[in-house]
């Protein structure tokens, strides 16, 4: 029991020290309240406003994907290091691990879980007519009443091929 005393001992110290710590704040800390010490800190900036959005669940997905791999990563170095001394079944355990984290892993793409733009539009083929130009769907602003600018030289314009 003697040989745990120093672990007891630096126990109670570092108690003693935390209480110790908060009692000192509450005695000596000046309270002073302002409305500037009680609204939210954003890097002097008064907010306004709340926030525009949450964060998407998408960003803990790819927070969670990260902490997965790290955690197999922790795993597989102590692994490598002691590959000849684990033999087969050390092997196979290794590649069931990863196999099922591999896994997951296809499974969180196939869900779009890294998918952070916005939904891509599928054209479907034959749904654009081929007469849709530029030219024949963007109005010019402030072009009523000028004269066409001439297509420059060596281009392929509204007329056909290259000169």
Same mark, same amino acid.
């Given at each position: ?15 003693? !020290? ?7 704040? @509450? ?6 309240? *302002? ?17 525009? @959005?949450?964060?998407?669940? @998408? ?6 994907? !990260? ?11 102590? +692994? ?10 050390? +092997? ?22 890294l998918e952070w733009?916005? *939904? ?12 849709? *130009?530029?030219?024949? *769907?963007? @109005? ?24």
């Open positions: 029991m003697g040989q745990y005393l120093p672990i007891f001992a630096l126990l109670v110290l570092a108690v003693l !020290f935390g209480a110790g710590s908060f009692v000192a704040s @509450r005695l000596l800390a000046p309270r002073l309240p *302002t409305s500037a010490k009680l609204g939210p800190y954003e890097c002097g900036i008064e907010p306004s406003r709340e926030p525009p @959005r949450r964060f998407s669940v @998408r960003f803990y997905l790819v927070a969670m994907i !990260f902490i997965v791999f790290d955690v197999e990563v922790m795993f597989l170095f102590p +692994f490598a290091t002691v590959l000849d001394d684990v033999g087969l079944f050390g +092997f196979v355990a290794v590649m069931i691990f990863s196999v099922a984290l591999f896994e997951s892993f296809l499974y969180l793409l196939g869900n779009g879980a733009g916005p *939904t891509a539009r599928k054209v479907l083929p034959g749904a654009v007519a081929p007469a849709r *130009t530029a030219a024949t *769907t963007v @109005r010019r602003v402030g072009a009523e009443g000028r004269e066409p600018v001439p297509a420059l030289a060596g281009s392929a314009g509204e007329g056909g091929a290259a000169a």
